[in-house]
């Protein structure tokens, strides 16, 4: 990838950082979010405890290079503990372009509960995070860190063909095709998660039916991302 290439991309990668610290609750230093460089040259990931006092600070130079094997080959911030989860993500899934790791509040807690999150809000919405049939999210049995390629391999087999796997009482892994998907599918599995929870105070509660989430026209990610990186601009008086 060209010099100026890469910049732009470390400027969006630090830019996705500011639309999760904005949008969902918990999204901190211990988080990470990466995207896939071309012809499996490595990755693009937030450096290890970058921007610690401040997420909305961080900055493209806090943005490291990481190969497929977990070393880092540019920046000057260690690489993230949980770099496995990345890597075999990537190794195995040729389609996904970019992976969230996030300990963000409402969807962690359906790590811990006995309890499936369901498709409420909205066909479009719903189909981001649970896919066309309206499917459970599945669930990594384990809250050990995700330090070991084994690990790794077993969160990777827990994701399957998936978009997003709850990590047992630690967080969430979500992905996509791009980064800007990745980054919206996990803004919108928070507001699917509280949406549930403010739904089960009344008791029983419907879900949206997979042939309307079927029916939903599947947008381009251009448009929220617009939104969402415009709310980034205003609050930081860009």
Same mark, same amino acid.
């Given at each position: 990838?060209?010099?100026q290439?890469?910049?732009?991309?470390?400027?969006?990668?630090a830019k996705a950082?500011?639309?999760?610290c904005?949008?969902?609750?918990?999204?901190?230093y211990?988080?990470?979010?990466?995207?896939?460089?071309?012809d499996n040259?490595?990755?693009?990931?937030?450096?290890?405890?970058a921007s610690?006092?401040?997420m909305?600070?961080l900055?493209?130079?806090?943005?490291?290079?990481?190969d497929m094997?977990?070393?880092?080959?540019?920046g000057?911030y260690a690489?993230?503990?949980?770099?496995?989860?990345?890597?075999q993500?990537?190794?195995?899934?040729?389609?996904?372009?970019?992976?969230?790791?996030?300990?963000q509040?409402?969807?962690?807690l359906?790590?811990m509960?006995?309890?499936?999150m369901?498709?409420?809000?909205h066909p479009?919405r719903?189909r981001?995070v649970?896919?066309?049939?309206?499917l459970?999210?599945p669930?990594?049995?384990?809250a050990?860190?995700?330090?070991?390629r084994e690990?790794?391999?077993?969160?990777?087999s /827990?994701?399957g063909?998936?978009?997003?796997?709850?990590l047992?009482n630690? &967080?969430?892994?979500?992905v996509?095709? =791009? *980064?800007? %998907?990745?980054?919206?599918?996990?803004?919108?599995?928070?507001?699917?998660?509280?949406?549930?929870?403010?739904a089960?105070n009344f008791?029983?509660y419907?879900s949206?039916p /997979?042939?309307?989430?079927?029916?939903?026209?599947?947008?381009s990610?251009? &448009?929220?991302?617009?939104?969402?990186c =415009? *709310?980034? %601009?205003e609050e930081?008086?860009?």
């Amino acid at each position: 990838m060209a010099s100026q290439n890469l910049d732009d991309a470390r400027a969006q990668v630090a830019k996705a950082c500011h639309i999760l610290c904005q949008q969902v609750e918990n999204f901190d230093y211990l988080g990470h979010i990466s995207v896939r460089l071309p012809d499996n040259q490595g990755l693009l990931i937030k450096g290890q405890h970058a921007s610690v006092g401040n997420m909305m600070k961080l900055t493209a130079k806090e943005i490291i290079t990481v190969d497929m094997n977990g070393k880092r080959t540019q920046g000057d911030y260690a690489v993230p503990s949980e770099i496995f989860m990345h890597t075999q993500i990537y190794l195995r899934r040729p389609d996904v372009q970019s992976i969230v790791h996030s300990h963000q509040k409402l969807a962690t807690l359906f790590s811990m509960v006995d309890k499936d999150m369901r498709p409420v809000y909205h066909p479009i919405r719903s189909r981001l995070v649970f896919g066309q049939d309206g499917l459970p999210l599945p669930k990594f049995p384990s809250a050990d860190l995700i330090y070991t390629r084994e690990l790794a391999d077993a969160v990777a087999s /827990a994701l399957g063909e998936r978009d997003i796997v709850l990590l047992q009482n630690h &967080g969430v892994v979500v992905v996509g095709n =791009s *980064l800007e %998907e990745a980054v919206l599918r996990a803004v919108a599995l928070e507001e699917q998660a509280e949406w549930n929870l403010l739904a089960s105070n009344f008791g029983n509660y419907t879900s949206i039916p /997979a042939a309307s989430l079927q029916r939903a026209r599947v947008s381009s990610p251009a &448009g929220p991302w617009k939104y969402l990186c =415009s *709310l980034v %601009e205003e609050e930081s008086g860009k």
